[in-house]
């Protein structure tokens, strides 16, 4: 462990439950999403990669803000949120939705948790749902109350997490299901545990719902972790983009349709409600899309770390679109990319041109997710 060097935070962003115990623990750049600060690096991100793929990690993702919807019409006010059909949602499961506005761009991609019959949690990429859901909320007609509440998640993800888990709670917890959520305590500290995560790893997300119980829990889950050589992380833009997992404000925004992404699975248009966006969904469906996201394997030295800037892709001298989110994989000796391009230039296979930040470079179109496309990890 470490300890803190003068970062030169300030009072405007939030510091999470666990930040000291992150500094402790050899946090050394820190990064700000959904008005908070979020530890970027522990050291060497091919590291952290390789910890998380053959061990675990625990990662503070306190950032991912919880928006609590609750109240008489909470199931109803919630579709009308997402495009996705959440009429055989259970309670004590989970789903993964998209949120638009009503030109049919994505405003989130959040993880919905459903706590009880009237009770959601929508668990937050970086952007104001909060504001979005109450401002509809206004005008809707339905009796809910929304708020944020005291609720912060970690993520203990790896091949190892399930016998850490074991190690903490038992071992019922190995019955939770992939994308189920269980509430527990751990020496009288309240959590609802869900089987999620963003790694495309075996993993679990653990949500506090007591703040000032965020350094016991840190230092209670590394302690019973060193057994297994768990290790403090980050989120690992290897493993994410590996695993063709998006990054909102990368690889979508609030111009992005889901049919861009190819996420038409989240879209059922013929459902009963009428949520927001359904019939600009149904036109842009009906059109057809002009641009789409696509793999790329990048033909140059191993990038030093993920692009900062979107790159641009040209194909016989003309733009065609642009690299999102890259990176180069140790694990597949590649370069890889998620790219959004012309769908008239977006077959596996094309052959284009990027302009990175060192120079001009070849790549070739090619299937996305990179590595285990069908998850057998995450879902073991």
């Given at each position: 462990?470490?300890?803190?060097?003068?970062f030169g935070?300030?009072?405007?962003?939030?510091?999470?439950?666990?930040?000291?115990?992150?500094v402790?623990?050899?946090?050394k750049?820190?990064?700000?999403?959904?008005?908070m600060?979020?530890?970027?690096?522990f050291?060497?991100?091919?590291?952290?990669f390789?910890?998380?793929?053959?061990?675990?990690?625990?990662?503070?993702?306190a950032?991912?803000?919880?928006?609590?919807?609750?109240?008489p019409?909470?199931?109803?006010?919630?579709?009308?949120?997402?495009?996705?059909?959440?009429?055989?949602?259970?309670?004590?499961?989970?789903?993964?939705?998209?949120?638009?506005?009503?030109?049919?761009?994505?405003?989130?991609?959040?993880?919905?948790?459903r706590?009880?019959?009237?009770?959601f949690?929508?668990?937050?990429?970086d952007?104001?749902?909060?504001?979005?859901?109450?401002?509809?909320?206004?005008?809707?007609?339905?009796?809910?109350?929304?708020?944020?509440?005291?609720?912060s998640?970690?993520?203990?993800q790896?091949?190892?997490?399930?016998?850490i888990?074991?190690?903490?709670?038992?071992e019922?917890?190995?019955?939770?299901?992939?994308?189920?959520?269980?509430?527990?305590?751990?020496?009288?500290?309240?959590?609802?545990?869900?089987?999620?995560?963003?790694?495309?790893?075996?993993?679990?997300?653990?949500?506090l719902?007591?703040?000032?119980?965020?350094?016991?829990?840190?230092?209670?889950?590394?302690?019973?972790?060193?057994?297994?050589?768990?290790?403090?992380?980050?989120?690992?833009s290897?493993?994410?983009?590996?695993g063709?997992?998006?990054?909102?404000?990368a690889?979508?925004?609030?111009h992005?349709?889901?049919?861009e992404?190819?996420?038409?699975?989240?879209?059922?248009?013929?459902?009963e409600?009428?949520f927001?966006?359904?019939?600009?969904?149904?036109?842009?469906q009906?059109?057809g899309?002009?641009?789409?996201?696509?793999?790329?394997?990048?033909?140059?030295?191993?990038?030093?770390?993920?692009?900062?800037?979107?790159?641009?892709?040209?194909?016989?001298?003309?733009?065609i679109g642009?690299?999102?989110?890259?990176?180069?994989?140790?694990?597949?000796?590649?370069?890889?990319?998620?790219?959004?391009?012309?769908?008239?230039?977006?077959?596996?296979?094309?052959?284009?041109?990027?302009?990175?930040?060192?120079?001009m470079?070849?790549?070739?179109?090619?299937?996305?997710?990179?590595?285990?496309?069908?998850?057998?990890?995450?879902?073991?």
């Open positions: 462990m470490t300890q803190s060097e003068d935070f300030g009072t405007q962003i939030r510091k999470s439950p666990y930040f000291d115990a992150t402790r623990w050899g946090a750049a820190f990064s700000v999403y959904n008005h600060y979020i530890p970027r690096e050291g060497d991100p091919e590291q952290n390789w910890n998380l793929v053959n061990d675990a990690i625990l990662c503070d993702v950032v991912e803000r919880q928006v609590e919807i609750t109240g019409d909470a199931a109803q006010f919630v579709q009308l949120l997402t495009p996705r059909d959440l009429s055989k949602l259970a309670e004590g499961q989970c789903k993964y939705i998209l949120i638009t506005n009503a030109e049919g761009g994505i405003l989130n991609d959040p993880i919905l948790l706590l009880g019959e009237n009770r949690w929508i668990s937050l990429a952007s104001d749902i909060l504001f979005w859901a109450q401002g509809v909320a206004v005008h809707s007609g339905l009796d809910v109350t929304i708020c944020e509440p005291d609720v998640p970690l993520q203990l790896g091949p190892k997490s399930g016998e888990m074991k190690a903490l709670f038992g019922s917890i190995s019955e939770l299901k992939y994308y189920w959520l269980k509430e527990v305590e751990l020496n009288g500290i309240p959590l609802i545990v869900s089987r999620t995560g963003w790694s495309s790893e075996l993993g679990y997300e653990l949500y719902q007591d703040g000032s119980k965020g350094n016991e829990l840190w230092e209670k889950i590394m302690d019973v972790g060193s057994k297994f050589n768990l290790q403090p992380g980050h989120t690992s290897i493993r994410r983009i590996e063709g997992m998006l990054s909102y404000h690889d979508m925004d609030i992005t349709n889901p049919f992404l190819g996420l038409d699975r989240l879209v059922n248009l013929d459902i409600s009428n927001i966006g359904k019939e600009a969904l149904k036109k842009i009906a059109e899309i002009a641009r789409r996201q696509v793999g790329l394997e990048l033909e140059c030295e191993p990038l030093k770390g993920p692009n900062t800037t979107f790159w641009e892709i040209t194909k016989n001298g003309k733009g642009k690299v999102t989110s890259a990176v180069y994989s140790p694990r597949l000796e590649k370069n890889i990319a998620l790219a959004m391009v012309c769908s008239d230039h977006s077959s596996i296979g094309d052959l284009v041109n990027v302009s990175t930040s060192s120079g470079i070849s790549a070739t179109i090619v299937e996305k997710p990179f590595f285990d496309p069908k998850k057998k990890t995450a879902t073991a």
